[in-house]
Nanobody
Framework: VQLQASGGGLVQAGGSLRLSCAVS????????TGWFRQAPGKMREGLSC???????YYADSVKGRFTISRDNVGNTVDLQMSSLKPEDTAVYYC????????????????????WGQGTLVTVSS
């Protein structure tokens, strides 16, 4: 089981960026996949997750600005980020776990067994 995050880069405040998480070794729609970020000196923060059935959940900090989506054919889970702010600067990670219940938990990092390597997003003011 592997996840690989990509798409990070430098963007100006107010701009947009799309991150992609390539999943291999399992079908993405059997697992919960989430996006997280960690800024320097801060705890890892859960941002969003998508359940096997396609239900989506968002942290208040990104609700209305970020959109998670899944391509079951390509086995990817993307995070479209818009209206970016300097405080969104962080290393972004995707992660997954096999759920035992419906829904998903974007904030509970302990649930996630599989993690990608992270991709850096820098938002300039």
């Amino acid at each position: 089981v592997q996840l690989q995050a990509s798409g990070g880069g430098l963007v100006q405040a107010g701009g947009s960026l799309r991150l992609s998480c390539a999943v291999s070794g399992f079908a993405a729609d059997y697992y919960v996949t989430g996006w997280f970020r960690q800024a320097p000196g801060k705890m890892r923060e859960g941002l969003s997750c998508i359940s096997g059935s396609g239900r989506k959940y968002y942290a208040d900090s990104v609700k209305g600005r970020f959109t998670i989506s899944r391509d079951n054919v390509g086995n990817t889970v993307d995070l479209q980020m818009s209206s970016l702010k300097p405080e969104d600067t962080a290393v972004y990670y995707c992660a997954a776990y096999l759920p035992s219940l419906p829904g998903c938990h974007y904030a509970d990092t302990d649930k996630y067994n599989y993690w990608g390597q992270g991709t850096l997003v820098t938002v300039s003011s």
